[in-house]
Every structure is written in structure tokens, then in C-alpha cells.
């Protein structure tokens, strides 16, 4: 299976809360992060949080880490129509040379 | 900061032709990676290169395939012959340490018709 998981879709409607979800399976993960996809463009980096933190708070965002259940969140505050895209939660592990993805969740933010 | 640099943004070649992408990494970055991203397989890492020097091709796809990094400004990713399989958006991605914070360019789209 795969080794990120996520859910394929989430809506929300505008001015609501998104919390998009992610789990993996290697307890060796040093690093994780949060990528987001617009539509044609590339992946931008969000943000990422230490593997010794339980949660990383930068404006609107807000990332918590359960090292125990292996899984990693992703809270938008006051979602708006431009947070639309696809969001990858990806993983570097110790030691390791390469990022490992998740399958992507596409947001929609309905008015 | 410019970002990460890749041309040409769309390319549309025939089955059988060479087609070449380009990528420029951001200065400073000793880094860069090569992806491929499709709806059926999301996205996949082909190769990567620390300081120029190829680490790890294990995701290149076939022989058709080939990346070269002959400096640390620039880099392509070669597929000779193409094949309408090879329809999908390139990224390439550079990072400053390793694995870690790697920055995306805006992709490459191609279509092999």
C-alpha cells in the first residue's frame, strides 16, 4: 500500500474550517510537510513541521502531528475561495534523500 | 528570487520524436530533483542529483529516458524516442539541503501525440 496516505476530496464552504488529513507508516520520519497545487501551476511548500513537534501554527494554518497514531493535519482557518487546490502532505525520513507524497487532497471551497 | 525555472511550459511532439526539457534550479541550491505527475500514477520521482552528480534514477521509467546536470545552473530530462505514454506535466524541484524544502517549478507540460 501506499506508504501517505489521504482522502481524495474535501469541500467546505467558504469562511469554514478545512482540516485535511494524513497518515504514514515510517516512524523513522524526520520532516513532513504540506504542499498545495493551483490549478496548471506547480507544487508550493506550505509549511512543515519537525518530526519532535506536536503542532506549528503560521497565520491561517495550523499543523499538528500525532507521532503516535502517525498522522499529520492540516487546519485552514477561514477558508476562502483562492484555498482551492490540491494539498499533498509529503514525508523525508532519517537519513533519506527523497521526498515521499501522499496521493494529494483536492479542496473545493464553495461561496 | 526568480525560482525555480523550467521551459518550455507546454511542448506537443509527434510519437518517435526527441523531446528535451530544461530546468534551471534556484542559485545556491545544491539539489534538483526530476518528477513526473500524471492522473493515473500522481506524482513520481525519476531522478535526483546532489551537486550535480546523479544519486538515484531508479524512477527513470526506460532506457528512453535519460537527465543530465552538466553544471550547477541547469539541467534536462531527455526521452528519446517519446511515446504518447509519456503525456504528462515534468516538474523539477530544487532544495538547498538534500531532500528537504525542495521549491517546485511551474511544470512542463507534454503531450505526445
Known amino acids: 500500500g501506499e506508504d501517505v496516505e489521504q482522502s481524495l476530496f474535501l469541500s467546505v464552504r467558504e469562511g469554514d474550517s478545512s482540516v485535511i488529513n494524513c497518515t504514514y507508516t515510517?516512524?523513522?520520519?524526520?520532516?513532513l510537510y504540506w504542499y498545495k497545487q493551483e490549478p496548471g501551476a506547480g507544487l508550493q511548500l506550505l509549511t512543515y513541521?519537525?518530526?519532535?513537534?506536536d503542532m506549528k501554527q503560521d497565520q491561517r494554518l495550523t499543523v499538528l502531528l500525532n507521532k503516535k497514531d502517525k498522522h499529520l493535519s492540516l487546519r485552514i482557518a477561514d477558508t476562502q475561495t483562492g484555498d482551492s487546490a490540491i494539498y499533498f502532505c509529503?514525508?523525508?525520513?532519517?537519513?533519506?534523500?527523497?521526498?515521499?507524497f501522499g496521493t494529494g487532497t483536492r479542496l473545493q471551497v464553495f461561496p | 528570487d526568480a525560482g525555480v525555472i523550467q521551459s518550455p511550459r507546454h511542448e506537443v511532439t509527434e510519437m518517435g520524436q526527441e523531446v528535451t526539457l530544461r530546468c534551471k534550479p534556484i542559485?545556491?541550491?545544491?539539489?534538483l530533483f526530476w518528477y513526473r505527475q500524471t492522473m493515473m500514477r500522481g506524482l513520481e520521482l525519476l531522478i535526483y542529483?546532489?551537486?550535480?552528480?546523479?544519486?538515484?534514477d531508479s524512477g527513470m521509467p526506460e532506457d528512453r529516458f535519460s537527465a543530465k546536470m552538466p553544471n550547477a545552473s541547469f539541467s534536462t530530462l531527455k526521452i528519446q524516442p517519446s511515446e504518447p505514454r509519456d503525456s504528462a506535466v515534468y516538474f523539477c524541484?530544487?532544495?538547498?539541503?538534500?531532500?528537504?524544502?525542495?521549491?517546485f517549478g511551474p511544470g512542463t507540460r507534454l503531450t505526445v501525440t
Open positions: 524541484a530544487s532544495s538547498p539541503r538534500g531532500a528537504y524544502e525542495q521549491y
Open positions: 515510517d516512524s523513522s520520519s524526520t520532516y
Open positions: 513541521i519537525f518530526s519532535n513537534m
Open positions: 509529503a514525508e523525508t525520513r532519517f537519513g533519506g534523500d527523497k521526498l515521499i
Open positions: 542559485s545556491g541550491h545544491n539539489s
Open positions: 542529483f546532489n551537486n550535480n552528480v546523479p544519486i538515484d
